[in-house]
C-alpha cells in the first residue's frame, strides 16, 4: 500500500490512521496494492484498496465519519454509503446491487 505522508498536515496523517484501522477492523487486507492520500479538490482522506470495489474516505469537516464510495466504471456517477456499522460483506452487497442496476 502506498501513502504519501509528507505532504499532509497532522490531521490528514490522524484520518488516513483512523481509516486503516477501520479497513483492517472490516477485515480488509491492507497489505496489498492500494493508495491513501487526500483530494485537493475536495479535502477528502481517502484509502483505496485494488481487492475492493469500494474506497473509504472521511470528508475534511465533521466527526470523523468514514464513507464508502463507489464509482460507476461507465459513468463516473459517486454512491456513497456512511460505513459506521456495516459489515463487510455487506458493503460488497451493496457495491454488487449498484453494479447490477447500472447494467
Known amino acids: 500500500m502506498e501513502i504519501n ?5 497532522a490531521n490528514e496523517k490522524r484520518k488516513i490512521n483512523l481509516l486503516l484501522n477501520k479497513a483492517r477492523n472490516l477485515g480488509m487486507d491492507t497489505s496489498g496494492y492500494g493508495h491513501g492520500a487526500v483530494n485537493q479538490s475536495s479535502g477528502n482522506v481517502w ?3 485494488e481487492d475492493y470495489p469500494f474506497t473509504l474516505y472521511i470528508p475534511p469537516c465533521g466527526d ?13 456517477e459517486e454512491h456513497e454509503v456512511l460505513v459506521q456499522s456495516k459489515t463487510l460483506a455487506q458493503l460488497i452487497a451493496w457495491c454488487d446491487s449498484l453494479e447490477t442496476e447500472e447494467d
Not at 5 to 9: A, F, G, I, L, S
Open 64 to 76: 470523523d465519519d468514514i464513507y464508502a464510495v463507489w464509482i460507476d466504471p461507465y459513468d463516473g
Open 5 to 9: 505522508v509528507e505532504k499532509m498536515d
Open 47 to 49: 484509502v483505496w484498496l
